[in-house]
């Protein structure tokens, strides 16, 4: 393989760990994004619910059944934020720490909240870095006069 073909292959290689990574960012985006989503979502509800409450106690108008729709409305919005806070610290390689939940960095052995230990990261798992590696070249300098 010639010069020409080594930077062509290069380049390719290149770009596709420039598609990935974009990717990625798009990912993370659409994750943040659902994640705002669903606070507002909860936001709204905890203000309905207040007004409820409220118009429950200042009136002779029993709200019990509304309450407890909204109530519940309030904890499957909060599983699904949870669920989606968990998918974005996963992406960003963050360890949970399974005594307190706080997420911690990936290299962390003990919990900076709680000071447990951390469960050690499973083998097989490819970290970001790991990823960032610098393509060689497989020609020699003498090849190109150097």
Known sequence: MGIFEDVILNARSAVDSVGKKAGKVIDMSKLTIAAADLRSEISKKYQ????VVYEEKTT??????????????IKELKEQLSSVT????????KKKCPYCGLYNAKGAVFCNKCGEKLPMAESGQNSADDEDEFIEDDFDDDEIGL
């Open 48 to 51: 309905i619910l207040g007004r």
């Open 60 to 73: 002779d108008k029993n709200y019990e059944k509304s309450t407890e729709e909204l109530v519940e409305k």
């Open 86 to 93: 968990e998918a974005i610290e996963n992406s960003k390689q």
